[in-house]
């Protein structure tokens, strides 16, 4: 049995009358590559944003590589967590957002380098080395002093992923990397997760209307509807012989719009 990663438990996240997850228990094991699918406000960004912490849950408790990150031991109960230790144990967690994020006013470099300096305190030779290595492996090693406007939208999106990893995390997060990229650009972006996948030991939640590359890249691929899981399982079956009615619904429907 593989160690679990990530743990969703019983797990509520609600917007005034609006329930976006409703009571989701969901675990990610250590090194899996799990994608999440489903219609627009079905809560799949959502489980990524709880992840970062940039929403708060109503209840339930999530846990990352053992601890809890919503919560903390106090005088012997489980309590909210303090700004503190949401954000150590979010140093764990990378993300990876689909509008890149990057600083404007910092070159490719500067954009990696400045988390592990300030956050995690890197002497800014090491930070440079370790940033430049990364660069070198999201195939941009020949653009590392580029300012973000002299980037094309795939390029960006490499060093953002290049500045997620610079930070070491156990998990890496993936909301819609593609989806504000020019198609023929797409690819290039997908080949650097491929390729993450493949050599380094990160466990990977990944949300994308790529269902080709989901398909090829997931060990398992969760359909959301609703707040919920409604299906889930190894990508061969969930593509090719879905059980629930919704989700044969949600792969038709965007088989039909190709």
């Known amino acids: 049995m593989k160690e679990t990663m990530v743990r969703f438990e019983n797990v509520t996240k609600r917007y005034d009358a609006l329930t976006v997850l409703d009571n989701l228990n969901f675990d990610v094991a250590r090194n899996e590559k799990v994608t999440i699918i489903g219609p627009s406000g079905s809560g799949k960004t959502t489980v990524l944003r709880m992840l970062m912490t940039l929403e ?11 601890e809890p990150l919503t919560h903390m031991q106090k005088n012997g109960r ?23 994020n990057l600083f404007p006013h910092m070159s490719a470099i500067q954009n990696c380098m400045e988390a592990p300096i300030s956050v995690l305190g890197l002497p800014k030779k090491e930070a440079e080395a370790r940033a430049a290595e990364l660069l070198d492996m999201v195939g941009l090693g020949d653009k590392k002093k580029h300012f973000p406007i002299q980037l094309s939208g795939g390029q960006k999106q490499r060093v953002a992923i290049a500045r997620a990893l610079a930070m070491r995390p156990k998990v890496m997060l993936f909301d819609e990397v593609t989806s504000a990229l020019d198609p023929e650009l797409v690819g290039e972006v997908l080949n650097v997760i491929r390729k993450l996948g ?16 989901a398909k090829e890249f997931s060990d398992r691929v969760c359909f959301f509807y609703g707040g919920k ?30």
């Open 78 to 100: 489980m309590v909210l967590a303090s700004d503190q230790h949401l954000r150590r144990v979010r140093g764990k967690i990378g993300m990876v957002f689909q509008h890149f």
């Open 198 to 213: 493949a050599e380094h030991d990160l466990t990977m939640l990944m949300v994308t209307h790529q269902m080709g590359f």
């Open 56 to 66: 708060r849950i109503n209840e339930g408790c999530i846990w990352v590589d053992g």
């Open 229 to 258: 899981i409604a299906e889930q399982g190894p990508p061969e079956r969930l593509f090719g012989n879905p059980q629930n009615e919704r989700t044969r619904q949600f792969l038709s429907a965007l088989l039909e719009a190709k």
